[in-house]
């Protein structure tokens, strides 16, 4: 299996301050990442598909970048609503894993 | 309005068989690959397998492919997750989802399991 290895774990910023979450195939992956944003008791959204193409209706003050196995996820302008857990997931390469998660509080 | 809807969890004991359901509507079912994933009570994602659009083919985490079974109606638009011999493991939220281009664009609620006697 692909082992996604995301950081940090946990991270707080101050409103507008651009904050970036890594994450980090044990192989490549092509290109192959998505980001999705988790809210308190709410499902996972697809904020970010294929590393940096933006989801209809995400904002973009996200965005993503990255190639073979390092991929990143920035918010540009960090804003309350943007609280959440946020993880990557790969979809390579059967089975497509997902990264551990990085919990983001405002400060 | 593409909208996904699960049922079928509840509390179960270890070793028994369970179904869940997932009822999509304001989209073409038949037209996607779908997918179970799940999330353990201290929030770790596990994705589960994938469905083709016609059911012919599936895929699933080495893991769980002994034990778990995805299923689709295409007539009434339904997926289903088929579990048997559950463990303590396998309390989670379990979602269905949609497979858009390389990413799960739609989720659904999610359905509790909670494994205990």
């Known amino acids: 299996d692909i082992q996604m290895t995301q950081s940090p774990a946990s991270l707080s910023a101050s409103l507008g301050e651009t904050v970036s979450i890594e994450c980090l195939a044990s192989?490549?992956?092509?290109?192959?990442l998505a980001w999705y944003q988790q809210k308190p008791g709410k499902s996972p959204q697809l904020l970010i598909y294929g590393a940096s193409s933006l989801q209809d209706g995400v904002p973009s003050r996200f965005s993503g970048s990255g190639s073979g196995t390092q991929y990143s996820l920035k918010i540009s302008g960090m804003q309350p609503e943007d609280e959440g857990v946020y993880y990557c997931q790969q979809g390579y390469k059967y089975p497509f894993t997902f990264g551990s998660g990085t919990k983001l509080e405002i400060k | 309005e593409v909208q996904l809807v699960e049922s079928g969890g509840g509390l179960v004991q270890p070793g028994a068989s369970l179904k869940l359901s997932c009822v999509a509507s304001g989209f073409t079912f038949s037209d996607y690959w779908m997918s179970w994933v799940r999330q353990t009570p201290g929030k770790t994602m596990e994705w589960i397998g994938d469905?083709?659009?016609?059911?012919?083919?599936?895929n699933y985490a080495p893991s769980l492919k002994n034990r778990f079974t995805i299923s689709r109606d295409n007539a009434k638009s339904t997926l289903y997750l088929q579990m048997s011999n559950v463990r303590s493991e396998d309390t989670a939220t379990y979602y269905c989802?949609?497979?858009?281009?390389?990413?799960?664009?739609?989720w659904g609620q999610g359905v509790m399991v909670t494994v205990s006697s």
């Open positions: 192989e490549g992956i092509s290109n192959s």
């Open positions: 469905i083709k659009y016609d059911g012919s083919y599936t």
């Open positions: 989802t949609r497979d858009d281009t390389m990413g799960s664009g739609y």
